[in-house]
Every structure is written in structure tokens, then in C-alpha cells.
């Protein structure tokens, strides 16, 4: 392109932009005289455990007639089809509408000559596929030459002048094709850089910054002029809450202190300043539980003893949609009968976790992830989108025929949390307590709503802030359980009916003793039955050894089988001031397989779930006692069947 018509080009972007009317900060297009914007206040919010519906507040004053008043600055993510109006006041409501408006924060001066620049480089983009379009005839000219390049003639060989005629047209052939070509790339290259010069140009202009808003229109009538309010409902998405608890135990014969508490968040957009707040139940780490024993199957083969409960138990998540609003992930892993997984993958994107003792785990969700799994050996691979920061998930067995069966050792004992009160706090222990908000209850068939009477200010910014809901005090009976197996600390556990009339839900529990922090546990109401158990966590008064105390495998001659001798001795102290009521168990080893006999030869007062093997002793035991307890059995099996007891 030549430089004449490149500065011609310019002398257009340039002039154009001179003619151009300047463009200033875009304000609200002009209203009709009767048109009245409001001056609105977020005054209540209602948070689901999934979004929120948000109500907004504003005083009117209507005049005489049809007027119309505009909702303005709302966040776009609103979905117009949810909203509502309701009024108070000598008027009545002809219509609602909405629209969006939109406002120009910067950069509008320079959208004349963005056009005029574009517009320009459009034309030098439309002559670089001219030219190359004739380049494409040199091309084919050459390929033309190529393909006919024989001067041989039939029965006389090649005719010399007519070669020395062709060599000379070849010769100035090619040399013009290289050479118009080679023009024709200078030319390119220069409309190219011309190009480039337009680009850095629309790069050094301002850019267009625009805020969009959406506008209910509210169209009313009043037949005298007239004070009022208005009041707006919508639903936002990017909010909800999760339950927490705090448990507290001054005593074990005090009764339970459980405080219950939302934990809200939202991200929509909007500050919640000094809002009343209503949270429903509705949906428009460490852990201080006890172990639980598996079915022990000698032969490999694994039985449903759920009744189908791992099939239909993930039912509910599975049908839940990706939430992006959740970036962290916590819960617990269950087997097919209700008892943790211990030791099992969870994994997001490039972040794993392995669930702990009890089946916990927690794990920080990476930026574009949108599917957690699951796994543990011996049950099925579930994978699940990520739809809320607690989900709790129940893997199904998987049929698998183990070739032997391996039994550890008594693990090492762990360092106890659960201890006696480090230093009083005398300054506190005759205060009144706190005052907390009241808080109205109101049941309907599909969920629970607490209104309290209270305001908050709540941010948008994804953080989870705490609002108290109530308190209950709930007579319990304390029970300490141990599973000296898998823990040889004994856990303190928490019993009590009646308690689906408390409004519970699935969440994290922190554990308080004597008003020292002991840990943290989950609260889980998928198994639950009349009685509800909370584990407060290890008491190190209480100790519970277990010894083997015999191992005797050997070949019987008389039934051609072999057999295996275990015994195993407990030693329960207690260490306590007051006599407790504990229940420890251990597992005796199970098979479908009929060739395998499993004698039981000493229970000493033990009770048998035959469902599952456990082995369970309860006791009563005083102040400063100690009791001894044996276990022994007996297991019968083929020759060649791969059984090995450890």
C-alpha cells in the first residue's frame, strides 16, 4: 500500500475524531414528570440454607392520580420473574414491570474515534486480502510453467531451437514472478505495520467502563395525595447459612448446655446493613467421636446388612447442581450400616485428603473444580458435584473376594484432649450470664423459621459470620464408650430423646468441658433413632488396656482343618471420683462360608450382635476400681481356604 494513501487514511481517523461530539459520563435518561425514584433500605433478609429472599423498604409520598415509582440501582443478578410488592398506605398498585439501565463510569469521550480507528483498520485488513489474492496468480502461473516443461517431439528427439526459445521465456518468466512476489510482500508487510500502528493507537484510548443496574417500574393510583411505603421482595442465589453448635458440659450431672448458631454468608453484592434476620431450615478438622467396629468377614464375602441404605443414601446430592460459591468441603464418610470409613480418599481436582478415625475430612476446593470423590478400599468409587460445604457421604460395598485377612495390633495410645480444667476462672464464675436476642419460633410442614429480634450487619464477602439462634438445656445420660481395638481412650458420650423437637440439623459441634475447649465433632442426624448420641470427646481418667494373651495356630488331624486360637484381657481403672457406666467392645470374626466354625470359647459377660460380630460388655464400675474382662475364641476353617489371622 503506498505511504500516500496510509497518511490519506490517517488524515480520516484524525479528522473524524475531531468532528465527533464528545461524549460525557452517561446519566439516568430522562424521566417522565410523573416518574419518582426511591430511596431504598435493605430492612429484613430471610436465609435458606441456599439463598436468601431480601426485602427492601421505602417511603413514598403519592401524589394525586396515576405517578409511577422506580426501584433503582438493584443488582442485576435479581431474577425479575421472583420479585414481589406489597404496599401500606390510601393507594393501590396497577402494575409492576422492570428494566435495566445502564451507566457509562468512563472512557465515552473516546468511542468516536474507536469507531473511526476500527474502521480504518477494517479497510487495510480488506487490501491485505487483495494483494494476496494476486499473489495467489503468481502461484498458479509458476505451478503452470512447472507442469509443461517437455520440448521432446515425436519420432525426432528434442528440437534445439525451440529449447533455447523456451529456456529464454522460462528464464524471464520466473525472474518476474520472484520479483513481483517479493513486491508483493513489501506491500503487505507495510499495510501490516501500518496495522500495528492502529492497534497501539485503540490501545492507548481509554476504555469504556459501564455499571449496569435493574429498575422496578411501579405504576399506582391515588385518589388524594397521600404518605405511604413500599416494600420489595426478591430472592438472591448467592447467599445461605450452615448449622454449628456449641456443647458445653460443666458437669456430668449438669444437664447438657447445646447452643445452636447459623453460620451466614452471602456474595450477592449488596451490604446488609443493619438488617433484622430470619433463618430458615428450608431449601428454596479434627473430631472427637468414638471408632465404630466393621463387620470382620474371614472369607471375603461382604453381606448388606443396610437393607439398601448405601444405594438411596447419596440420592439427595446427586441431584443437587455445582454450586461455584463453595470453595471448602467437609463431612463424613459411612459404610452401607452407618459406621465411619476411616482412611478414605477424597479428592478434588489436585487436592486429596484422607478421612481420619472417625471418618471426617475437610479439604479446600481448587479454583475451576466442580466434582469431589470419594473411595476406600472394599466399596465403590462415588464422585459428586460440589453442591454444599457439608456433605456427608455414604459409600456402597463392592464385591470383592479377599485372598486372607490381616489383624493388627493394639494401637498406640493417643495423647487425651478431653482433660480436667487447666486454671479457674474465678473473676467469671459468679457473672450473670448473657443476654442473647430473643428469638420467635414458627413451624410450618416444610421447615422451621427463626425470627430474631435483632440487627445485623452482614458484608458481601463469601465470609461466615455467626448469629446465634437458641439454647437448649437437655437432660442426658452420660455413657462412656471405648472400642479398645482401634483407641484405647475412652470417649464420653451424650444421650438424650426427644430430639427431633429441637430443630436440629446436620453440622459441626465444638465441645466445651468445664469452659475449656476440648475439640471439635460432627452432629449427624442421617442414622439417628429415638436416642440421639453426642461424643464430648476422651476422658484420661478412665484408662482401658487390651492384651493378647494367646496365640495358637495349628493343623487338626482328626478333622483335617485348621485352627486358630486367639484370647485377648482387658483392664478397665477408673480413676474418677464418682462411678461410671461404660460400654466397651471388640468384634468377633464373621463368614458366610460354611466350612468356617467360629467357636466362641470366654465372653465373660458379653453380649453378641450376631449381625455384625460386635462384642459388646457393659459395666458399672466404682470410684478407684479396676475390673478385668477376657475374650477368647476359636476359628475352624478348610486347608485350603486362604485364611490368616494376625
Not at 460395598?397 to 479377599?402: D, K, Q, S
Amino acid at each position: 500500500m503506498p505511504i500516500a494513501r496510509f497518511q490519506t487514511l490517517l488524515a480520516i481517523v484524525w479528522m473524524g475524531a475531531a468532528l465527533a461530539p464528545s461524549v460525557g459520563r452517561a446519566n439516568k435518561p430522562a424521566s417522565p414528570p410523573s416518574e419518582q425514584f426511591l430511596e431504598t433500605t435493605i430492612d429484613h433478609v430471610v436465609i435458606y440454607q441456599q439463598g436468601a429472599q431480601v426485602e427492601r423498604v421505602s417511603k413514598v409520598r403519592v401524589p394525586l392520580g396515576i405517578s409511577t415509582l422506580v426501584f433503582s440501582e438493584l443488582n442485576t443478578s435479581i431474577d425479575p420473574s421472583q420479585l414481589r410488592i406489597t404496599g401500606d398506605g390510601d393507594f393501590k398498585v396497577i402494575s409492576i414491570t422492570h428494566r435495566y439501565h445502564t451507566d457509562t463510569l468512563g472512557g465515552a469521550e473516546s468511542a468516536s474515534e474507536r469507531i473511526v480507528l476500527q474502521r480504518t483498520r477494517n479497510s487495510l485488513q480488506r487490501e491485505i486480502s487483495t494483494i494476496q489474492n494476486r499473489r495467489v496468480i503468481y502461484d498458479r502461473e509458476e505451478q503452470l510453467l512447472l507442469n509443461n516443461q517437455g520440448f521432446s517431439v515425436k519420432d525426432s528427439g528434442v528440437d534445439l531451437e525451440r529449447l533455447m526459445q523456451a529456456s529464454v521465456f522460462y528464464r524471464e518468466r520466473f525472474q518476474a514472478i520472484q520479483e513481483g512476489r517479493h513486491l508483493l510482500d513489501e506491500e503487505i508487510q507495510t499495510v501490516q505495520q501500518h496495522i500495528q500502528t492502529i492497534d497501539e493507537q485503540m490501545r492507548l484510548l481509554p476504555a469504556l467502563l459501564t455499571e449496569s443496574f435493574l429498575e422496578v417500574v411501579v405504576r399506582v393510583e391515588a385518589k388524594k395525595p397521600t404518605n405511604g411505603s413500599l416494600l420489595l421482595s426478591y430472592w438472591m442465589q448467592q447467599a445461605g447459612w450452615n448449622p454449628s453448635y456449641n456443647a458445653r458440659v460443666e458437669n456430668i450431672a449438669d444437664p447438657l448446655k447445646l447452643e445452636y448458631q447459623a453460620m451466614v454468608f452471602q456474595n450477592t453484592g449488596e451490604n446488609w446493613d443493619n438488617v433484622g434476620l430470619s433463618i430458615a431450615t428450608g431449601t428454596p478438622s479434627k473430631n472427637r467421636s468414638k471408632p465404630s467396629l466393621h463387620p470382620w468377614m474371614l472369607d471375603g464375602n461382604q453381606r448388606n446388612v443396610s437393607g439398601g441404605i448405601a444405594a438411596t443414601a447419596n440420592a439427595w446430592l446427586k441431584a443437587q447442581p455445582f454450586n461455584p460459591n463453595v470453595r471448602q468441603v467437609r463431612g463424613q464418610l459411612y459404610d452401607a450400616n452407618g459406621n465411619p470409613l476411616v482412611g478414605a480418599q477424597v479428592v478434588a481436582g489436585g487436592a486429596q485428603v484422607v478421612t481420619d478415625i472417625n471418618g471426617f475430612y475437610s479439604l479446600d476446593v481448587p479454583n475451576g473444580v466442580s466434582h469431589v470423590q470419594y473411595s476406600s478400599v472394599g466399596h465403590r468409587i462415588e464422585a459428586l458435584s460440589i453442591s454444599d460445604p457439608v456433605m456427608n457421604v455414604n459409600l456402597a460395598p463392592a464385591m470383592e473376594i479377599l485372598e486372607s485377612i490381616v489383624m493388627s495390633e493394639d494401637a498406640a495410645p493417643k495423647e487425651a484432649l478431653f482433660a480436667s480444667r487447666t486454671r479457674r476462672r474465678e473473676a467469671f464464675d459468679n457473672a450473670d450470664p448473657l443476654n442473647y436476642a430473643p428469638v420467635a419460633v414458627e413451624h410450618s410442614p416444610t421447615q422451621t423459621r427463626f425470627d430474631i429480634d435483632a440487627k445485623y450487619d452482614i458484608p458481601t464477602d463469601g465470609t461466615h459470620h455467626a448469629v446465634r439462634i437458641l439454647e437448649h438445656h437437655i437432660a442426658v445420660d452420660y455413657l462412656y464408650q471405648c472400642t479398645p481395638k482401634l483407641d484405647p481412650q475412652v470417649y464420653l458420650t451424650a444421650l438424650f430423646t426427644d430430639w427431633e423437637d429441637l430443630d436440629l440439623l446436620n453440622g459441626r459441634m465444638h465441645i466445651y468441658f468445664e469452659d475449656d475447649y476440648v475439640g471439635e465433632s460432627q452432629l449427624k442426624l442421617d442414622f439417628a433413632k429415638d436416642t440421639l448420641a453426642i461424643s464430648l470427646g476422651p476422658d484420661p481418667s478412665i484408662q482401658v488396656r487390651r492384651k493378647r494373651t494367646a496365640l495358637e495356630d495349628r493343623s487338626s488331624l482328626i478333622s483335617g482343618k485348621r485352627e486358630f486360637l486367639r484370647e485377648y484381657a482387658f483392664t478397665i481403672t477408673n480413676r474418677k471420683t464418682s462411678p461410671i457406666h461404660i460400654q466397651m467392645d471388640d468384634q468377633l470374626p464373621l463368614a458366610q462360608n460354611e466350612d468356617i466354625e467360629i467357636n466362641r470359647l470366654k465372653l465373660d459377660g458379653a453380649e453378641v450382635e450376631k449381625e455384625s460380630g460386635r462384642v459388646v460388655w457393659d459395666l458399672e464400675i466404682d470410684p478407684g476400681e479396676e475390673v478385668k474382662k477376657l475374650f477368647r475364641f476359636e476359628v475352624k476353617s478348610p486347608k485350603d481356604l486362604m485364611v490368616q489371622l494376625r
